[in-house]
């Protein structure tokens, strides 16, 4: 894909994102580009689930679709909900304490666990494989490695969607922690942190140990 065509694309969501609703001809006049060159790009940002088109009925003439973001394109520009969260957890550890922190990191732990459970199945290979996708659709760019010694395996996560709360509130980190031994049913210790100034986040996974 060239920078060219990334750029008019780009143009046209932020279009988009201020203007609203635009018909192929408006965004044309705008950009400077043919109607035809417009489509061209808007054919892609469909295919790609960034834009959605509308049929409107209009006073004279046939009639014409408009174009708008999707909730999917939305996304993509700037957010800032980790200082809010972090306003909220502070608040409500001044209120009423660390303890009702922990305990609202608990109940995320259990939601997560609730959704995680009936997915992560089959033997220990296939539970890490699935946990490190399921990781991965929440933005933490996991790998994950079978390892020399049976029965052990590592995942690494190298992004934290939640880093600035985790390096503030620690609970992040240890109900992950916890998250992970509870679907896997395994031995799973962290070697790596990256709120505690690692480079990425690491999981050494194995069998439970027979008694």
């Given at each position: 894909?060239?920078?060219?065509?990334?750029?008019?694309?780009?143009?046209?969501?932020?279009?988009?994102?201020?203007?609203?609703s635009l018909s192929v001809s408006d965004m044309a006049v705008d950009l400077g580009i043919t109607e035809m060159a417009v489509r061209r790009h808007l054919n892609t940002l469909e295919r790609d689930n960034l834009i959605k088109s509308t049929l409107v009925r209009q006073a004279m003439g046939r009639p014409?679709?408009?174009?708008?973001?999707?909730?999917?394109?939305?996304?993509?520009?700037?957010?800032?909900?980790?200082?809010?969260?972090?306003?909220?957890?502070?608040?409500?550890?001044?209120i009423d304490g660390n303890g009702k922190v922990e305990?609202?990191?608990?109940?995320?732990?259990?939601?997560?666990?609730?959704?995680?459970?009936?997915?992560?199945?089959?033997?220990?290979?296939?539970?890490v494989a699935k946990l490190a996708e399921l990781q991965n659709e929440k933005g933490y760019m996991v790998e994950w490695e079978k390892l020399e010694e049976e029965g052990r395996y590592c995942i690494k996560e190298f992004n934290c969607p939640i880093s600035q709360v985790a390096r503030e509130f620690n609970q992040a980190c240890t109900c992950e922690l916890s998250l992970f031994r509870r679907v896997l049913n395994a031995e799973v210790e962290q070697t790596s942190c990256m709120a505690k100034g690692g480079e990425k986040c690491v999981f050494d996974i194995r069998e439970v140990r027979q008694a």
């Open positions: 894909m060239s920078n060219e065509n990334t750029s008019t694309r780009d143009q046209i969501l932020n279009m988009l994102k201020v203007k609203g014409t679709n408009v174009y708008s973001l999707s909730q999917e394109a939305d996304e993509l520009f700037p957010r800032n909900y980790s200082h809010l969260t972090l306003d909220f957890l502070r608040d409500l550890q001044d305990m609202l990191f608990r109940r995320r732990e259990n939601r997560l666990e609730q959704s995680y459970r009936p997915q992560v199945q089959g033997n220990l290979e296939e539970r």
